[in-house]
Each structure stands twice: as C-alpha cells, then as structure tokens.
C-alpha cells in the first residue's frame, strides 16, 4: 500500500503499478506534531510506504532534541511519553509489525566475535555482549517470540560454527555481504553501508595520502585472520596494488589495534570497516587517526559494503530471516533502528576493554 498526496506517484514509478493508492491529507505532512516515515524496500522492490503516524514527539526517531541523543533506547522508549505518543511496539504495530507468536518461544543462537565495537563487543568481565548487533537482535527477540541467546566466536571460526550449526543458527556483528556468503547462508537485509578504509597512528597522517603511499617495502599490513578485509587486502596484493608491504596475519582486530595503538612510530596500517576505524579514532586517548577516510579510491577497488545478519540454510533460518526482514522495515521506518543506532555509536567500549596485546614484538632504534 502506498500512502501519499501524490497519486501520480504510481505513474512515475512503474515498480508500484500494482499497488493500492491512500490519499494523505495535507495536514498530516505540514502538523509538526506528526512524523512521516519512509521505507524504500529495494531488496525485492517490492513495497514502498509513506506513512503519516499520528505521535506527538515519537520515542526512537532519530531527529529529536539535542539532548534526547545522550539518554538510552530505554529511555527514549520508555519514559516521559506525552499523551497520544507511541511506544516501540505500538510504533511498530501501527505498520503491522507488532508483537508475534512466530518464533514459539524457541532459542535462537546467534554467533558474533564480540570485538568490532560499535557493532558488537563482548565483556569478558561480565560475560556481557553489546553494541548494536545485540541490541537490535534483543528487539526483536521481544518482538517475535525468539529466546536470543548469544555464542562467541571468531572470524576464522565464524562461517564454520554457523554452518555446522552446533553452535549457532544465525550471525550477526560487523559482517560484510557478499556472493561467498550468499552461497552458504541465507541473508539478511542490508543494515548500514561502508567501505575498507586504512586506519594508522596520528603519527602518519602526513606519510598516508594516498594507495601508493601504503605501497611500500617499508610498511607493514596488519590484518586479522578471516575477516572479509584480509580477503580485500590479499586481492589488493594479487593486484600489485598492495604488493610491497609485508602482511602480518594477526588472530582478532583487537591484536591489530593493539598493535597499532603500542607501536605508533612504526608504519603500520591496518584496513577496516570505516565505521570500527572511525569509531575507534574517536575514543579518548587514541593515538589512531581518521585520515584514512580521506583517501581516494578508484570504485571499482573499494565499493561500497552492505552490514547483513546471517542464518543457516533451513527451514527456521527462513522464518528467522522472514521475521527479522519484516522486524528491520519497520523499525527503519519508524526511526527506532536510527535510535538504537546512536545510542550502539555514543557507547565508550574502551571501559571495557579486553586488555588485548600485539603478539608481535618489534626493535625501534
């Protein structure tokens, strides 16, 4: 169903030529005390909504005050509601996408490697996972009836824990979509985009400039095994394109930041996720840099990347994937995955820190 002021839309987009038209009334754009939500559904193209809810300052929506971005989901789900506003469930509820029997109550076994915060993080101490993939994951157990339950892992690991399933039926935490993995599991949709970006001491913000910068003998690449962007460097190296540098094959990203963080006079550069090096270059007493985000590559070497959840191929990882896809729309759509999203992103995941330490040992002189 396609909700709108404008009935020509149908004509302009074909892709929705089937589907119903509800007419909006002005008001409902214009009253300030109103939100509209947007969802373009483009992994079937399937359905686009506009949607006019009727909450006076809705929990969860990204754009609130200045200093609602400092409280928690909780809070901004939970407390100080005005009159008529809408809490998470029935925000989702309004869309159809409300509380569910689907799961029965069953355990659903998530694997994650617990160290790619903002995305994931696992306290040792406390035995705690955080970070948005748990957080969003924890919704829609709520939502959907699912026990979720979560199982450490590591990258190497990751692919063969849920394919065998002894220990896990899904994944989830900083996982990169692509062909390999949509030949073994089933696939979410997308949740965020990002791209490979080399992170480096402060120290070299005038030393990495650019690919050929990196592309020398006296540098050294710090990649962690099994992650999708040991798989990027290793074809950036078959290309020539990174070819110069010695590669130190590290056994989680928490070395590699170690590392970087204990030997910042050294070349060193380790690629990650834009969003884990950014994040990481803005925790307090960092010595890592942000530059890296600057550097210009050719598309064709550095595409964009989709963050995706991961399920076995079986009749429940359908109905997981099903339901979860269904819970992501709406939450999109009402804001509350952009509410989760700040408050997984402004978490300081240093306090807790696993105390990793470089297992290489190198001579400054």
Same mark, same amino acid.
């Given at each position: 169903?396609?909700?709108?002021?404008?009935?020509?839309?149908?004509?302009?987009?074909?892709?929705?030529? #089937?589907?119903?038209?509800?007419?909006?009334?002005?008001?409902?754009?214009?009253?300030?005390?109103?939100?509209?939500?947007?969802?373009?559904?483009?992994?079937?193209?399937?359905?686009?909504?506009?949607?006019?809810?009727?909450?006076?300052?809705?929990?969860?929506?990204?754009?609130?005050?200045?200093?609602?971005?400092?409280? &928690?989901?909780?809070?901004?789900?939970?407390?100080?509601?005005?009159?008529?506003?809408? #809490?998470?469930?029935?925000?989702?509820?309004?869309?159809?996408? #409300?509380?569910?029997?689907?799961?029965?109550?069953?355990?659903?076994?998530?694997?994650?490697?617990?160290?790619?915060?903002?995305?994931?993080?696992?306290?040792?101490?406390?035995?705690?996972?955080?970070?948005?993939?748990?957080?969003?994951?924890?919704?829609?157990?709520?939502?959907?009836?699912?026990?979720?339950?979560?199982?450490?892992?590591?990258?190497?690991?990751?692919?063969?824990?849920?394919?065998?399933?002894?220990?896990?039926?899904?994944?989830?935490?900083?996982?990169?979509?692509?062909?390999?993995?949509?030949?073994?599991?089933?696939?979410?949709?997308?949740?965020?985009?990002?791209?490979?970006?080399?992170?480096?001491?402060?120290?070299?913000?005038?030393?990495?400039?650019?690919?050929?910068?990196?592309?020398?003998?006296?540098?050294?690449?710090?990649?962690?095994?099994?992650?999708?962007?040991?798989?990027?460097?290793?074809?950036?190296?078959?290309?020539?394109?990174?070819?110069?540098?010695?590669?130190?094959?590290?056994?989680?990203?928490?070395?590699?930041?170690?590392?970087?963080?204990?030997?910042?006079?050294?070349?060193?550069?380790?690629?990650?996720?834009?969003?884990?090096?950014?994040?990481?270059?803005?925790?307090?007493?960092?010595?890592?840099?942000?530059?890296?985000?600057?550097?210009?590559?050719?598309?064709?070497?550095?595409?964009?990347?989709?963050?995706?959840?991961?399920?076995?191929?079986?009749?429940? #990882?359908?109905?997981?994937?099903?339901?979860?896809?269904?819970?992501?729309?709406?939450?999109?759509?009402?804001?509350?995955?952009?509410?989760?999203?700040?408050?997984?992103?402004?978490?300081?995941?240093?306090?807790?820190?696993?105390?990793?330490?470089?297992?290489?040992?190198? &001579?400054?002189?």
């Amino acid at each position: 169903v396609i909700y709108t002021q404008d009935g020509a839309i149908r004509r302009r987009r074909p892709h929705m030529a #089937g589907a119903p038209i509800r007419t909006l009334s002005a008001g409902c754009v214009r009253n300030d005390r109103r939100r509209v939500a947007v969802l373009s559904w483009s992994r079937w193209h399937a359905l686009t909504a506009v949607a006019c809810l009727s909450f006076t300052s809705a929990p969860g929506m990204a754009s609130t005050t200045p200093s609602s971005s400092s409280r &928690t989901v909780a809070q901004l789900t939970t407390t100080a509601r005005p009159p008529n506003a809408l #809490g998470e469930a029935e925000i989702l509820g309004r869309f159809g996408l #409300g509380r569910t029997g689907n799961g029965g109550g069953r355990t659903l076994r998530v694997c994650t490697t617990g160290d790619f915060p903002p995305l994931t993080f696992y306290d040792p101490s406390t035995e705690d996972f955080s970070g948005l993939a748990p957080s969003v994951l924890r919704h829609f157990g709520r939502m959907y009836n699912y026990s979720v339950e979560f199982a450490l892992t590591t990258w190497g690991a990751l692919q063969d824990d849920l394919a065998n399933g002894t220990k896990c039926e899904m994944a989830a935490g900083g996982i990169t979509d692509s062909e390999d993995l949509r030949s073994r599991f089933g696939v979410s949709a997308p949740l965020l985009t990002y791209r490979a970006m080399p992170l480096f001491s402060q120290e070299h913000d005038e030393l990495f400039k650019t690919l050929d910068d990196i592309n020398r003998s006296m540098v050294i690449i710090l990649q962690n095994e099994g992650s999708m962007n040991h798989a990027f460097v290793e074809d950036l190296r078959r290309r020539d394109i990174l070819s110069a540098p010695k590669l130190e094959v590290l056994s989680s990203s928490e070395e590699l930041f170690a590392c970087l963080e204990q030997y910042p006079k050294l070349p060193m550069v380790g690629f990650v996720d834009s969003t884990e090096a950014e994040y990481r270059a803005s925790l307090e007493g960092s010595r890592l840099s942000s530059a890296g985000a600057g550097l210009e590559w050719p598309e064709e070497l550095n595409p964009k990347k989709f963050n995706v959840y991961l399920a076995d191929i079986s009749k429940e #990882g359908d109905q997981v994937l099903h339901d979860l896809d269904r819970f992501l729309m709406g939450a999109r759509a009402t804001g509350l995955f952009e509410a989760w999203r700040r408050v997984a992103f402004q978490e300081r995941y240093q306090a807790q820190s696993r105390n990793a330490t470089c297992p290489l040992t190198f &001579t400054l002189v």
